[in-house]
C-alpha cells in the first residue's frame, strides 16, 4: 500500500466537491477507478433498479455522439474496456489502458459518463438484459438465490431492502425518463470520487478534474433517510422453493459494526477464525467439509462479498452504513440440510459462549495482517480501498487494519463478536425442493441424524449426537415458504 500521502483527497475552493484519489507512478497502464456515491439505496421505493439499469446503460450504451458499436469497434484495438459495479451506496466504473491510448482511451470514457446517448434501443436492450439476469441468472443461482432473499429480509424496511437489481416487475415498468431523471439527479460532483493511478501526468489529471467540475452538477438529489434494520425477534427461516438437486443455505443477522467502529478490526478477526472465504483453515469449513464431507465449503462474513462464488477476494467500494453477519453454507444434500444448519448454529454458539482460543486468535490475527497486502495488490484494488477509507474516514486500509491488529487481544476480539452477534437472532434462508418437508422437519424438533458413507472417529459421532439435536427454537408460524418465481 502507498504511504498516506499518495492518497490525495482534492478539497480545494475550486472543485471542493470533487474527491481524487491519485496513485501515480511509471507503470505503463493507467487505471481508473470512477466511483459515484450513488445505489440501489437511491432508488425510488417505487422503482427498485433504477439505480442498476442506469449504471448499466451507462456502461453498455452509446454516447451523443457515437453507438454502442462504434464505440466498441473503437475499444477494441487499444484493448479497453469499461465495467461497472453496482451497490447500495456506491456505483464503481473500471478501466484500464496502456499510456499510448490514453488520450483516445478518456475521450470515450469522458463521453460515456459525462455525454451519455440513453438511446432507446441501448435502453431496452440493457432492460432485457437485467430482466434475464434475474430470471435466468439469480433465480438459477441457488446460493446467490439464499443469499439476496436473506438480504432482503435482513434490511426489509430499509433502503437496502430490494435487491440491488431490482425486480422483474419493475424494470418491465421502467422508462428511459425514468433514467435519466435518476442521472440528472444522483450523476453529480457531491457523490463523485476519481481515482487514478499509473503513468499519467499531471496535466491530464487537471484536464479529468476540469471535464467533470464543468460536466456534472455540484450538488445531487434527494437520498432515502436511512432506517436501521431491526434485529429478528428469534430466529425465523425463508424456504425459496424450487426444483433443485440439493440444499443452498445462508443464516444472517444485522451487525452496526462497520469500518469506521473500533469493533471492526477485532471482527475481522473472529470472523477469520470463522470461515474466512475460501480459506480451509476457517472452523466452519474444518468441522462441516473436511472432518464430515458436508459439502464444498462453509464460510462467514462481516461485509458483502458480492458474486463470491466466482471470487476469491471481496471488491472494493461496496461500503455500507449498515452491515450484515452471515454464514454461507454452500449446497448440500436434502438428507443433511437440517444437520448442517444445526451444525452452523451450534459451531457458532460454541465460538460465543467459549470464545476463540489463543492459538486461534494468533494464527487468524496473522492472516488477517497479511491478507490486506492481497487485497490491494493491484492498482484498481488500491484505488477502490483508498476511496473507501475516505468515504468510512479512516487511515488507509492497510495501515488501519495492521495497526489496529498489533493492539488487538484475544479478550478484545471475543468481547467484540459477543456485543455484535446474538445467536438467538437469525434469520436463515434456504433454497430448496420439497420446502413443506423440510419446514416440518425445522420446526418438529426432531433429530437429524447425518449418515456417512465411510466410518468417522467417535470423537465426531459423539458430536454429532448433541448436533443432531441442537435446538433451532423455530416454530411452524416462523418459517415462511416461498416460491423461486416470485423472488426478488
Same mark, same amino acid.
Given at each position: 500500500?502507498?504511504?498516506?500521502?499518495?492518497?490525495?483527497?482534492?478539497?480545494?475552493?475550486?472543485?471542493?466537491?470533487?474527491?481524487?484519489?491519485?496513485?501515480?507512478?511509471?507503470?505503463?497502464?493507467?487505471?481508473?477507478?470512477?466511483?459515484?456515491?450513488?445505489?440501489?439505496?437511491?432508488?425510488?421505493?417505487?422503482?427498485?433498479?433504477?439505480?442498476?439499469?442506469?449504471?448499466?446503460?451507462?456502461?453498455?450504451?452509446?454516447?451523443?455522439?457515437?453507438?454502442?458499436?462504434?464505440?466498441?469497434?473503437?475499444?477494441?484495438?487499444?484493448?479497453?474496456?469499461?465495467?461497472?459495479?453496482?451497490?447500495?451506496?456506491?456505483?464503481?466504473?473500471?478501466?484500464?489502458?496502456?499510456?499510448?491510448?490514453?488520450?483516445?482511451?478518456?475521450?470515450?470514457?469522458?463521453?460515456?459518463?459525462?455525454?451519455?446517448?440513453?438511446?432507446?434501443?441501448?435502453?431496452?436492450?440493457? =432492460?432485457?438484459? $437485467?430482466?434475464? /439476469? @434475474?430470471?435466468? #441468472?439469480?433465480?438459477?443461482?441457488?446460493? *446467490?438465490?439464499? &443469499?439476496?432473499?436473506?438480504?432482503?429480509?435482513?434490511?426489509?424496511?430499509?433502503?437496502?431492502?430490494?435487491?440491488?437489481?431490482?425486480?422483474?416487475?419493475?424494470?418491465?415498468?421502467?422508462?428511459?425518463?425514468?433514467?435519466?431523471?435518476?442521472?440528472?439527479?444522483?450523476?453529480? =460532483?457531491?457523490? $463523485?470520487?476519481? /481515482? @487514478?493511478?499509473? #503513468?499519467?501526468?499531471?496535466?491530464?489529471? *487537471?484536464?479529468? &478534474?476540469?471535464?467533470?467540475?464543468?460536466?456534472?452538477?455540484?450538488?445531487?438529489?434527494?437520498?432515502?433517510?436511512?432506517?436501521?434494520?431491526?434485529?429478528?425477534?428469534?430466529?425465523?427461516?425463508?424456504?425459496?422453493?424450487?426444483?433443485?438437486?440439493?440444499?443452498?443455505?445462508?443464516?444472517?443477522?444485522?451487525?452496526?459494526?462497520?469500518?469506521?467502529?473500533?469493533?471492526?478490526?477485532?471482527?475481522?478477526?473472529?470472523?477469520?477464525?470463522?470461515?474466512?472465504?475460501?480459506?480451509?483453515?476457517?472452523?466452519?469449513?474444518?468441522?462441516?467439509?473436511?472432518?464430515?464431507?458436508?459439502?464444498?465449503?462453509?464460510?462467514?462474513?462481516?461485509?458483502?462479498?458480492?458474486?463470491?462464488?466466482?471470487?476469491?477476494?471481496?471488491?472494493?467500494?461496496?461500503?455500507?452504513?449498515?452491515?450484515?453477519?452471515?454464514?454461507?453454507?454452500?449446497?448440500?444434500?436434502?438428507?443433511?440440510?437440517?444437520?448442517?444448519?444445526?451444525?452452523?448454529?451450534?459451531?457458532?454458539?460454541?465460538?460465543?459462549?467459549?470464545?476463540?482460543?489463543?492459538?486461534?486468535?494468533?494464527?487468524?490475527?496473522?492472516?488477517?495482517?497479511?491478507?490486506?497486502?492481497?487485497?490491494?495488490?493491484?492498482?484498481?484494488?488500491?484505488?477502490?480501498?483508498?476511496?473507501?477509507?475516505?468515504?468510512?474516514?479512516?487511515?488507509?486500509?492497510?495501515?488501519?487494519?495492521?495497526?489496529?491488529?498489533?493492539?488487538?487481544?484475544?479478550?478484545?476480539?471475543?468481547?467484540?463478536?459477543?456485543?455484535?452477534?446474538?445467536?438467538?437472532?437469525?434469520?436463515?434462508?434456504?433454497?430448496?425442493?420439497?420446502?413443506?418437508?423440510?419446514?416440518?422437519?425445522?420446526?418438529?424438533?426432531?433429530?437429524?441424524?447425518?449418515?456417512?458413507?465411510?466410518?468417522?472417529?467417535?470423537?465426531?459421532?459423539?458430536?454429532?449426537?448433541?448436533?443432531?439435536?441442537?435446538?433451532?427454537?423455530?416454530?411452524?408460524?416462523?418459517?415462511?415458504?416461498?416460491?423461486?418465481?416470485?423472488?426478488?
Amino acid at each position: 500500500m502507498k504511504p498516506l500521502a499518495a492518497l490525495l483527497l482534492v478539497a480545494s475552493a475550486a472543485w471542493a466537491q470533487i474527491r481524487v484519489v491519485q496513485l501515480p507512478s511509471k507503470s505503463p497502464l493507467v487505471t481508473f477507478r470512477i466511483v459515484f456515491t450513488t445505489g440501489s439505496a437511491a432508488d425510488p421505493v417505487e422503482k427498485p433498479g433504477l439505480a442498476a439499469l442506469t449504471a448499466t446503460l451507462i456502461a453498455e450504451g452509446g454516447t451523443k455522439d457515437l453507438t454502442y458499436k462504434q464505440i466498441e469497434d473503437a475499444m477494441f484495438p487499444m484493448a479497453g474496456s469499461l465495467t461497472v459495479q453496482v451497490d447500495k451506496e456506491m456505483t464503481a466504473f473500471s478501466g484500464a489502458v496502456h499510456t499510448d491510448n490514453l488520450a483516445a482511451y478518456y475521450k470515450l470514457l469522458r463521453a460515456r459518463l459525462l455525454t451519455p446517448g440513453f438511446r432507446e434501443d441501448d435502453f431496452k436492450r440493457v =432492460q432485457s438484459d $437485467l430482466i434475464n /439476469g @434475474i430470471r435466468s #441468472g439469480l433465480r438459477n443461482d441457488d446460493e *446467490e438465490l439464499a &443469499k439476496a432473499v436473506l438480504s432482503g429480509s435482513i434490511y426489509r424496511g430499509t433502503p437496502y431492502g430490494h435487491y440491488t437489481y431490482g425486480t422483474v416487475a419493475s424494470i418491465e415498468k421502467l422508462t428511459l425518463d425514468d433514467v435519466k431523471s435518476f442521472y440528472q439527479s444522483q450523476y453529480a =460532483q457531491t457523490n $463523485l470520487f476519481l /481515482g @487514478i493511478a499509473g #503513468g499519467f501526468s499531471p496535466k491530464f489529471l *487537471e484536464d479529468m &478534474k476540469k471535464d467533470f467540475r464543468t460536466m456534472l452538477p455540484q450538488g445531487a438529489g434527494f437520498r432515502p433517510r436511512e432506517k436501521t434494520p431491526q434485529f429478528p425477534d428469534g430466529v425465523h427461516a425463508i424456504i425459496v422453493e424450487k426444483e433443485t438437486r440439493s440444499v443452498a443455505i445462508s443464516i444472517g443477522t444485522p451487525i452496526l459494526a462497520t469500518r469506521d467502529i473500533a469493533d471492526y478490526p477485532a471482527l475481522l478477526v473472529a470472523n477469520s477464525y470463522l470461515g474466512q472465504h475460501r480459506m480451509s483453515y476457517g472452523l466452519l469449513y474444518q468441522q462441516m467439509r473436511e472432518a464430515r464431507g458436508l459439502n464444498y465449503g462453509d464460510y462467514s462474513y462481516i461485509e458483502p462479498f458480492p458474486n463470491a462464488g466466482s471470487r476469491m477476494e471481496p471488491p472494493p467500494n461496496v461500503a455500507r452504513h449498515m452491515q450484515m453477519f452471515q454464514i454461507w453454507i454452500r449446497p448440500v444434500e436434502p438428507p443433511n440440510a437440517v444437520f448442517a444448519i444445526r451444525m452452523a448454529m451450534y459451531e457458532l454458539n460454541k465460538l460465543l459462549k467459549d470464545g476463540i482460543p489463543e492459538d486461534g486468535f494468533e494464527r487468524a490475527r496473522d492472516f488477517v495482517s497479511r491478507n490486506v497486502n492481497f487485497l490491494t495488490r493491484t492498482h484498481d484494488a488500491e484505488l477502490g480501498y483508498g476511496i473507501d477509507s475516505i468515504w468510512y474516514s479512516t487511515p488507509p486500509y492497510a495501515d488501519y487494519v495492521r495497526g489496529a491488529l498489533a493492539k488487538l487481544t484475544r479478550e478484545d476480539v471475543n468481547a467484540a463478536l459477543r456485543r455484535n452477534v446474538h445467536p438467538n437472532r437469525l434469520m436463515i434462508v434456504a433454497v430448496a425442493g420439497h420446502a413443506e418437508e423440510l419446514k416440518r422437519q425445522l420446526a418438529s424438533g426432531d433429530p437429524s441424524p447425518i449418515a456417512y458413507n465411510s466410518p468417522k472417529p467417535e470423537a465426531i459421532k459423539r458430536e454429532d449426537e448433541t448436533i443432531a439435536k441442537w435446538p433451532l427454537n423455530l416454530k411452524a408460524e416462523d418459517i415462511q415458504i416461498v416460491p423461486a418465481e416470485s423472488v426478488p
